[in-house]
């Protein structure tokens, strides 16, 4: 059963860090490109980072370039997002997918998390 599940969530004051962390089962997440979203109330849900398995390219939504690293760890089947500089409107829901297809960064997903949340404020 493929499965996506997201840890790493929390509260933080504002400039401070997490980790998010991207755990896969049922697949080798080796093949797979994987991307990060997010999603705060009353808003759409945004894509914010993705990092493709094919050479290991990375993308950043302009929002969190020079903040966010996304990075992946195959021997733990888990790609994680670092997340430093957080500001309130880093405030969201973020979820990990992936569509089980591309080694690179995909314009559809088919597979999803069930999210973390995380909440910037002072």
């Known amino acids: 059963q493929v499965q996506l599940v997201e840890s790493g969530g929390g509260l933080v004051q504002p400039g401070g860090s997490l980790r998010l962390s991207c755990a896969a089962s049922?697949?080798?997440?080796?093949?797979?490109?994987i991307g990060w979203f997010r999603q705060a109330p009353g808003k759409e849900r945004e894509g914010v980072s993705c990092?493709?398995?094919?050479?290991?390219?990375?993308y950043y939504a302009d929002s969190v370039k020079g903040r966010f690293t996304i990075s992946r760890d195959n021997a733990k089947n888990t790609v994680y997002l670092q997340m430093n500089s957080l500001k309130p409107e880093d405030t969201a829901v973020y979820y990990c997918?992936?569509?089980?297809?591309?080694?690179?960064?995909?314009?559809?997903?088919?597979?999803w998390g069930q999210g973390t949340q995380v909440t910037v404020s002072s």
């Open positions: 997918a992936t569509d089980l297809v591309s080694s690179w960064c995909p314009i559809e997903y088919d597979y």
């Open positions: 049922g697949f080798t997440l080796d093949y797979y490109a």
């Open positions: 990092i493709s398995s094919s050479d290991g390219s990375t």
